[in-house]
T-cell receptor, first 115, second 114 residues
Framework: AQTVTQSQPEMSVQEAETVTLSCTYD???????LFWYKQPPSRQMILVIR??????QNATENRFSVNFQKAAKSFSLKISDSQLGDAAMYFC????????????FGTGTSLTVIP | DGGITQSPKYLFRKEGQNVTLSCEQN?????MYWYRQDPGQGLRLIYY???????QKGDIAEGYSVSREKKESFPLTVTSAQKNPTAFYLC?????????????FGPGTRLTVL
């Protein structure tokens, strides 16, 4: 089974600053999908951004962008101009393209935004 | 609006009782999933289903059971055999094959054993 590792249990950032959350994964597959989900205090899981492994261009969604390094099996999330509403748990997730029935999640990073 | 509903939001159970958590989706997704979330442990897969009347065990299926009689519904029963059932339970769904590929999640059910 694939494994997803988030090595930063907690992170903090000053409001309006930039923060990067790390994620690495282990796989022997060449085609797959990667995701970042946000879980605010309400505990509703919200998709932040997705990346297809066959795309070399890094995905961006407004203030959120990723640094996808396929050879290094790294998928970090950069949040620019951090806002108080960005405070949440962030989960990195992997889905196989060929056997895409299961999703594999990291243990999460708790992000605090300091006013 | 399309989405996933879970009920109830909060559930209390006495030890030794079975309890069923509801999950319904109107997204026309083939696959549905149940996860358990404990502090510091992320999401752990309990069961998933790709098609009606078929489902597979996840990493922590012991003490749980599911059914998939309709495409829209995937209820989870927490049995008395589950030794530590107090947790937050999330239901999710996704397409299979072509599509957006991500999972969509319900709002969750918080189960507490008294």
């Amino acid at each position: 089974a694939q494994t997803v590792t988030q090595s930063q249990p907690e992170m903090s950032v000053q409001e309006a600053e930039t923060v990067t959350l790390s994620c690495t994964y282990d796989t022997s597959e060449s085609d797959y999908y990667l995701f970042w989900y946000k879980q605010p205090p309400s505990r509703q899981m919200i998709l932040v951004i997705r990346q297809e492994a066959y795309k070399q261009q890094n995905a961006t969604e407004n203030r959120f962008s990723v640094n996808f390094q396929k050879a290094a099996k790294s998928f970090s999330l950069k949040i620019s101009d951090s806002q108080l509403g960005d405070a949440a748990m962030y989960f990195c997730a992997y889905r196989s393209y060929f056997t895409g029935n299961q999703f594999y999640f990291g243990t999460g990073t708790s992000l605090t935004v300091i006013p | 609006d399309g989405g996933i509903t879970q009920s109830p939001k909060y559930l209390f159970r006495k030890e030794g009782q079975n309890v069923t958590l509801s999950c319904e989706q109107n997204l026309n997704h083939d696959a549905m999933y149940w996860y358990r979330q404990d502090p510091g442990q992320g999401l752990r897969l309990i069961y998933y289903s790709q098609i009606v009347n078929d489902f597979q065990k996840g990493d922590i299926a012991e003490g749980y059971s599911v059914s998939r009689e309709k495409k829209e519904s995937f209820p989870l029963t927490v049995t008395s055999a589950q030794k530590n059932p107090t947790a937050f339970y999330l239901c999710a769904s996704s397409t299979l094959g072509e599509g957006r590929h991500e999972q969509f999640f319900g709002p969750g059910t918080r189960l507490t054993v008294l």
